[in-house]
T-cell receptor
Framework: GENVEQHPSTLSVQEGDSAVIKCTYS??????FPWYKQELGKRPQLIID?????GEKKDQRIAVTLNKTAKHFSLHITETQPEDSAVYFC????????????FGRGTSLIVHP | EPEVTQTPSHQVTQMGQEVILRCVPI?????FYWYRQILGQKVEFLVS????????KSEIFDDQFSVERPDGSNFTLKIRSTKLEDSAMYFC????????????FGEGSRLTVL
């Protein structure tokens, strides 16, 4: 089955800095890679996703890159703000058939004002 | 905006007791999931449910676990005889269609087994 590794487990940055979270996956058939943000005490929510037919996707201050050859994908947050502080989860899946997203361990991002 | 709701938010139980965790998925969604997260560890897949039956389950989902959708709205996870290692946050999620990809999560039910 799919295995997703996520690094780092904790990331501490100063407000305004950039943050990068990296994930690797094992199943070359995976074609959909969502990122979820979980604020303290709240539910995980999708913030951005990327499909295997593109290499990069951007939405305001967040961007995701995908390298299919190396089987890794990354979340980039620029100009971080305190409200970006949360746990971020990456996932990998194969859409269609039995759709079972496999999640990474999560990264706790702390943005210091 | 429709949300997935879970109850209880926190349950404390004695080892060996039965526990039922409840979820109300978003009403027009077709796919339902239970995941769990032991403190500090990965979010782990337990089971998926589609068309009123289990579509996939992980090796964690042994005979002690069961799911059902008794009334077309609630989606429940039952643990028959809880063990200490069942202590975790249990997340329910639903998805509207197979190719959309986005899971909508509930806020989780924290289970503590003493």
């Amino acid at each position: 089955g799919e295995n997703v590794e996520q690094h780092p487990s904790t990331l501490s940055v100063q407000e305004g800095d950039s943050a990068v979270i990296k994930c690797t996956y094992s199943d070359s058939a995976s074609n959909y890679f969502p990122w979820y943000k979980q604020e303290l005490g709240k539910r995980p929510q999708l913030i951005i996703d990327i499909r295997s037919n593109v290499g990069e996707k951007k939405d305001q201050r967040i961007a995701v890159t995908l390298n299919k050859t190396a089987k890794h994908f990354s979340l980039h947050i620029t100009e971080t703000q305190p409200e970006d502080s949360a746990v971020y989860f990456c996932a990998a899946s194969i859409t269609g058939g039995s759709y079972i997203p496999t999640f990474g361990r999560g990264t706790s991002l702390i943005v210091h004002p | 905006e429709p949300e997935v709701t879970q109850t209880p938010s926190h349950q404390v139980t004695q080892m060996g007791q039965e526990v039922i965790l409840r979820c109300v998925p978003i009403s027009n969604h077709l796919y339902f999931y239970w995941y769990r997260q032991i403190l500090g560890q990965k979010v782990e897949f337990l089971v998926s449910f589609y068309n009123n039956e289990i579509s996939e389950k992980s090796e964690i989902f042994d005979d002690q676990f069961s799911v059902e959708r008794p009334d077309g709205s609630n989606f429940t996870l039952k643990i028959r005889s809880t063990k200490l290692e069942d202590s975790a946050m249990y997340f329910c999620a639903s998805m509207s269609g197979q190719n959309t990809g986005e899971l909508f999560f509930g806020e989780g039910s924290r289970l503590t087994v003493l």
